[in-house]
């Protein structure tokens, strides 16, 4: 399985990104994904997750009602759609599956290259 995550850049605060994570290989829908932020000398922190299906959404406090997490199982792709951005949301983002629906690093087992976000004030 390989995930491949596109869609940052650079924007001014306020502004909004869509970011998109592709996997390929073994069947998207055994899984369900993740999207974590990190910053140099930072831990990699979560953002939002997604159940297998779909239908279960869980966001960091940070994100919750600026971010949101979706999935296409057709199109084997999971996005986050990233509205409101504020400068302290410049990380790298990184998309990851896991067995396990989770807020934890841990229990997730493969994951993307990560995208760049930055967000200029």
């Known amino acids: 399985v390989q995930l491949q995550a596109s869609g940052g850049g650079l924007v001014q605060a306020g502004g909004s990104l869509r970011l998109s994570c592709a996997a390929s290989g073994r069947p998207f829908t055994s899984f369900h994904m993740g999207w974590f932020r990190q910053v140099p000398g930072k831990e990699r922190e979560f953002v939002a997750s997604i159940s297998w299906t779909g239908g279960s959404t869980y966001y960091a406090g940070s994100a919750k009602g600026r971010f949101a997490i979706s999935r296409d199982n057709a199109k084997n792709t999971v996005y986050l759609q990233m509205n409101g951005l504020k400068p302290e949301d410049t990380a790298v983002y990184y998309c990851?599956?896991?067995?396990?629906?989770?807020?934890?690093?841990?229990?997730?087992?493969?994951w993307g290259q990560g995208t760049q976000v930055t967000v200029s004030s």
């Open positions: 990851a599956r896991s067995y396990y629906y989770s807020t934890s690093v841990l229990t997730y087992d493969i």
